[in-house]
Nanobody
Framework: QVQLVESGGGLVQAGGSLRLSCAAS????????MSWFRQAPGKEREFVAA????????HYADSVKGRFTISRNNAKNTMYLQLNSLKPEDTASYYC??????????????????????WGRGTLVTISE
């Protein structure tokens, strides 16, 4: 079992920044590939960013590329998402997710929600005009 807890959400103006954190506990954090997803009211959950077990490989949705940065600190069992140049359309609940890493098989990250065993409860990000 892996427990995930997100934090750092809030209300900011368009153009502002936030830093989300995802604290993990349970099994060794470095065993897992991690991702961020988001879900806006009335919309499906969508992939935002992914990071490999070591942090060496990252991947972003086109909608956030160049504005968001994913990172992790395995010593602190924590993953981060730096959100810059925020837009009203970034308003959503943001969720972190963990899936066993298969890097030895050449799979460094996942983007499909179905791939993930463990999810946090989310943190709300609201961007005002």
């Amino acid at each position: 079992q892996v427990q995930l807890v997100e934090s750092g959400g809030g209300l900011v103006q368009a153009g502002g920044s936030l830093r989300l954190s995802c604290a993990a506990s349970g099994r060794p954090f470095s065993n897992y590939a991690m991702s961020w997803f988001r879900q806006a009211p009335g919309k499906e959950r969508e992939f935002v960013a992914a990071i490999s077990w070591s942090g060496a490989v990252t991947h972003y949705a086109d909608s956030v590329k160049g504005r968001f940065t994913i990172s992790r600190n395995n010593a602190k069992n924590t993953m981060y998402l730096q959100l810059n140049s925020l837009k009203p359309e970034d308003t959503a609940s943001y969720y972190c997710a963990a899936a066993p890493s298969l890097h030895y098989s050449g799979i460094y990250y996942y983007t499909a929600p179905e791939a993930f065993e463990y999810w946090g409860r989310g943190t709300l990000v609201t961007i005002s005009e």
